[in-house]
């Protein structure tokens, strides 16, 4: 197992109702198929060793025996096979027939878990033949073994890979209001396996996919779902080998309808168990009974890929849709704080780069909201030292089509005698002289808004504010930041949506600015151009919202991250680029939490924030050393 990742499938043999030889061939062909994936566990479906729909032949003891056998086959085949291994067939106990999943590693059948819940309406007769799970947990001979557990209740819990703990749920039970595979997940289950014989209608499948997906969610955990298919009866029924797996709530594979073979994913075992440790309403301890397992699954190179802009949707539709909802939590927060207050001017300062323009549009959005006079909203556009005339008139174009209070207050000359009190030399271009233009600006903006009564808009992102790349008693300050939990990859796409759904006059400015190099402007600009790229100082922004979103959203590892951003951003930056920039995400991140400590309120619009009275909190002296060593030993 690789950074967590553990690979899982969901296999479909084409078979032969009553064929319980055959069947197992099947089987045993696509187990095959399994290890040559370097799978370390599967499912095939219910029922798989006989046929689900043998209907009264079930009431026969030579298919009962027939299927036993067949099962005692695929265990002594595959006794040197590192995998484990769920198998559908009917079971017979003390009088009642089970449709059950029968769990076998390395030649050994560790346990038998029987169906809960017996469909018996519409197209289903099951209990005409099957018997629901009994309560309880008792020990059966089968197959020529002793002393094997049967029961609804049990976990198969693998013990030199401590994350990987399989629970099995049989086709109906998934689809009933208490699966059983709430308890199994309670009991420790990561990865739950569904053995099922679900027969295709019109519209069955988008509702299978939302059931797998969803139950996935629920339960925190990877769902692997083996369906029916090929060689099943056309009587009166038709089975396309529907297979799903999916991990809190995403799908990561899923086969093409009406075909055979493996479906197979990389379930992320660290994952599930940080969601499980994150979300304390999540309660384990169910009451399963556990069975112990070993297995040396061959090493894998993950094939998991991740988005490498994971706070952007990959759909266009739906980032359109997600960049209008943004855009509306962040006006309705403002609107709250406006309301409360009985304020009704706002004061903005903007530079014609996106942050400030993202903050803009939002005051915009909530000032209309509440009926208010754009008239309200001060833009002031304070031209420095590093000053650009694309930025400044970007800013002043903006302010005046989007109807604002529209206001240039040059900062320049105040921060040269600032210098002179100091006693600066301002030809030495240093943080001294870059943090004293963003203290001014802030000190202008604060004093405007105590002449109109107004409230002084933050326009700082959570990039910015995760590395620190903002001034302390300067731009991190304001009485209401806006853009606090949007990172600098999304606010390129909320600028972008608000450019090709907004009013057509305002397109031309927000594609300009959209295309204005990040820059604080606080140096010079060569030849009329800027100067100072903030990604040249502080790395690329699409790596360090990936190294945020993976750190803050689930509590990964250097090492994890690492990996994955290697692989998620192939063919974009190497490994070493990679590894410079997330030892310079560390250092800033853990550096500048004073600065996080003393921020403005703001709204949480995403999964991650870091505003240190709700989502985020940490000792603003937290040493880095684990962190820093993890990644020198890459």
Not at 199 to 206: H, N, Q, Y
Request: aromatic content about 8%; overall charge neutral.
């Amino acid at each position: 197992m690789k950074d967590g990742f553990f690979r899982i499938a969901a296999a479909t043999p084409e078979i032969k109702p009553a064929d319980c030889a055959y069947n197992a061939e099947s089987v045993l062909k696509l187990i095959g198929e399994c290890k040559k994936i370097k799978a370390g566990a599967a499912a095939f479906p219910e029922l798989c060793l006989t046929g689900y729909t043998c209907g009264d032949l079930f009431r026969d003891s030579t298919l009962i025996a027939g299927a036993e056998n067949a099962l005692r086959l695929i265990a002594g085949k595959t006794a040197g096979t590192e995998m484990l291994i769920f198998i559908g067939l009917p079971v017979a106990v003390n009088g009642g027939l089970y449709s059950c999943a029968a769990a076998v590693c390395k030649g050994r059948l560790l346990g038998i878990v029987p169906k809960s819940n017996i469909p018996n309406y519409s197209e289903f007769y099951e209990a005409r033949h099957f018997s629901p799970a009994p309560d309880g947990c008792s020990e059966i001979t089968f197959c020529g073994q002793k002393d094997v557990p049967f029961g609804k209740n049990i976990v198969f819990k693998c013990e030199n890979i401590p994350l990987f703990t399989a629970g099995a749920e049989i086709c109906e039970d998934l689809w009933v209001p208490c699966p059983p595979s709430a308890e199994l997940a309670r009991s420790g289950a990561s990865v739950i396996f569904n053995l099922s014989a679900s027969d295709e209608i019109i519209g069955k499948a988008p509702y299978r996919r939302e059931l797998v997906k969803n139950q996935s969610a629920r339960l925190l955990a990877a769902y692997a779902y083996a369906d029916a298919g090929e060689g099943e009866s056309s009587t009166d029924l038709v089975f396309t080998g529907h297979d799903i797996i999916a991990e809190n709530g995403t799908v990561l594979a899923e086969s093409r309808q009406f075909s055979t073979g493996v479906t197979y994913a990389d379930a992320d075992l660290i994952r599930i168990n940080q969601e499980r440790l994150r979300m304390t309403t999540w309660h384990g301890g169910g009451g399963a009974r556990e069975v112990l397992f070993s297995m040396e699954p061959p090493a894998f190179e993950p094939e998991r890929r991740f988005p490498p802009l994971p706070f952007v949707p990959d759909s266009k539709s739906d980032l359109s849709e997600r960049c209008e909802m943004i855009l509306n939590l962040q006006a309705q927060g403002l609107k709250t704080r406006l309301k409360h207050t009985g304020i009704k001017c706002a004061v903005l300062g903007i530079s014609g780069g996106l942050d400030s323009t993202l903050a803009l549009l939002v005051t915009a959005r909530a000032f209309d909201a509440l009926s208010l006079d754009r008239k309200g909203i001060i833009t002031a556009t304070m031209p420095g030292f590093g000053t650009t005339k694309r930025t400044k008139s970007n800013a002043k174009r903006l302010a005046e089509l989007l109807g604002t209070d529209y206001r240039e207050i040059p900062i320049g000359e105040s921060v040269k005698r600032h210098f002179e009190d100091i006693g600066h030399d301002p030809k030495n271009r240093d943080v001294t002289y870059e943090n004293a233009q963003a203290r001014e600006r802030t000190q202008v903006l604060m004093d405007l808004a105590n002449q109109c009564g107004g409230l002084v808009i933050g326009t700082g992102d959570l990039s910015e504010i995760a590395l620190g790349w903002a001034t302390y008693n300067g731009d991190i300050m304001s009485m209401y930041g806006v853009n606090c939990s949007v990172p600098k990859t999304l606010v390129r796409h909320l600028v972008r949506h608000a450019a090709d759904t907004g009013p057509e006059n305002l397109r031309s400015v927000l594609y300009d600015v959209l295309d204005t190099p990040v820059s604080p402007e606080l140096l010079p600009p060569e030849n009329g151009e800027i100067s100072q790229k903030t990604e040249n100082i502080v790395g690329p922004y699409e790596l360090h919202d990936f190294f945020i979103y993976y750190m803050l959203r689930f509590g990964f590892s250097p090492s994890k991250i690492y990996s994955m951003a290697v692989n998620s951003f192939k063919g974009i930056y190497d490994a070493a680029t990679v590894k410079k920039w997330l030892k310079e995400f560390y250092r800033r991140f853990f550096t500048n939490q004073f600065k996080r400590s003393c921020l403005p309120d703001g709204p949480k619009v995403g999964s991650v924030t870091l505003s240190p009275r709700g989502d985020f909190r940490m000792p603003s002296d937290a040493s880095v050393k684990l962190w820093m060593d993890e990644i020198n030993g890459l």
